[in-house]
């Protein structure tokens, strides 16, 4: 688990995604891996919807997925 910071992410994606991300690096800044791990499962099953609705692009989707070190 981590979050790359070399990574940025486009400042308008949809709000969801982004109180997502905050609350993410809430958990990883206290060092609370559980609930990081378990808060992301959800957040990388939103991410995926996002982007087969159209929602994000394949270039987002890409980039979220590298600074959470999924790919």
Request: hydrophobic share 40%.
């Amino acid at each position: 688990m981590f979050i790359d910071e070399e990574i940025d992410l486009r400042e308008d994606l949809p709000e969801r995604l982004q109180r997502d991300f905050t609350k993410l690096r809430e958990y990883y800044d206290a060092g609370d891996w559980f609930n990081f791990d378990i808060f992301f499962e959800g957040v990388e099953a939103t991410v995926k919807g996002y982007y087969l609705a159209g929602k994000i692009s394949r270039v987002d989707l890409d980039s979220i997925f590298r600074k959470y070190g999924i790919l």
